[in-house]
């Protein structure tokens, strides 16, 4: 198995206060890896010092074998990691398909292909196209984002992060305050996208971790207690006490 995403040692602090400790992880080449862990274990923060909004004290960072540790945010973005708020936040005023624009024309003059031409044009709305089609979110295109449903805008937010095409993508939360079962939908889809994107989500549903994650990341004060297929996680005992209880029985995984 090939590794897109490493870390070494990867160790950060807050006012003396051990944030992370020694996180040494790896999220597999097309891998749907979920990080768990108890709240206050530093999932956040670590989603934060891969994006380069933080910058760790010690330790490496590794892209395709490559160190990015010392990248600012804006040149992780144009090296293939993305998180969804590094870019746009959606406009609540305009239609799902001209915000998936937007985030397509920023790629597109981040990387100097933004002069107008007839076939720049069509190249921009083949990416759109292609955007919405990775989350189904064709039937939505033409509705003003602020009128959809929680999880549909949740959907369109992913969407603005595919815009810039990215080998790793960072997700906390995705399902965060959906109704109920809409959580299941969102998971569905990023189940759906490309294969040869990393997906590397917070969750705290473990019927979808387990339902839907091809690889989870435990994170507990801080460091990495255990990392594996969800059948190697659900039979770790630490694992058990923490999150089913006595008998020790996860959800099922499909």
């Known amino acids: 198995m090939t590794h897109r995403l490493q870390t070494h040692n990867l160790s950060h602090s807050f006012g003396g206060l051990a944030v992370t400790q020694n996180v ?3 999220l597999p080449h097309g891998a749907r ?16 010092l891969l994006s380069g909004a933080l910058r760790p004290q010690s330790g490496d960072i590794q892209l395709d074998g490559r160190s990015i540790v010392q ?20 406009f609540k005023e305009l239609t799902v398909a001209d915000n998936v624009k937007v985030a397509v024309l920023q790629r597109h003059r981040a990387s100097m292909q933004w002069w107008p031409s007839p076939s720049r044009s069509a190249r921009v709305q083949q990416d759109v196209d292609e955007t919405l089609g990775m989350l189904g979110l ?7 984002v602020g009128q959809l449903a929680l999880g549909e805008q949740r959907l369109a937010e992913i969407a ?17 305050g959906v ?34 994650a091809s690889h989870i990341i435990v994170l507990v004060a801080g460091a990495v207690m255990v990392e594996g297929t969800p059948q190697e996680v659900a039979a770790n005992e630490q694992v058990k006490q923490i999150y089913f209880g006595r008998d020790g029985h996860a959800p099922a995984h499909h």
């Open 24 to 26: 040494s992880l790896s």
């Open 33 to 48: 890896t979920a990080l768990i862990g108890p709240n206050g274990a530093g999932k956040t923060t670590l989603v934060n």
């Open 71 to 90: 990248l600012p945010q804006y040149a992780r973005v144009r090296n293939g990691i993305v998180r969804t708020f590094q870019i746009s936040r959606l």
């Open 138 to 144: 064709h039937p939505y295109a033409n509705r003003v």
């Open 160 to 176: 603005l992060a595919l815009a810039m095409r990215p080998q790793v993508l960072l997700l906390d939360e995705p399902g965060a």
């Open 179 to 212: 109704p109920q079962g809409e959580g299941g939908r969102i998971m569905e889809a990023i189940a759906r996208l490309p294969k040869d994107l990393s997906v590397l989500l917070i969750e705290h549903d473990m019927d979808l971790v387990f339902r839907f």
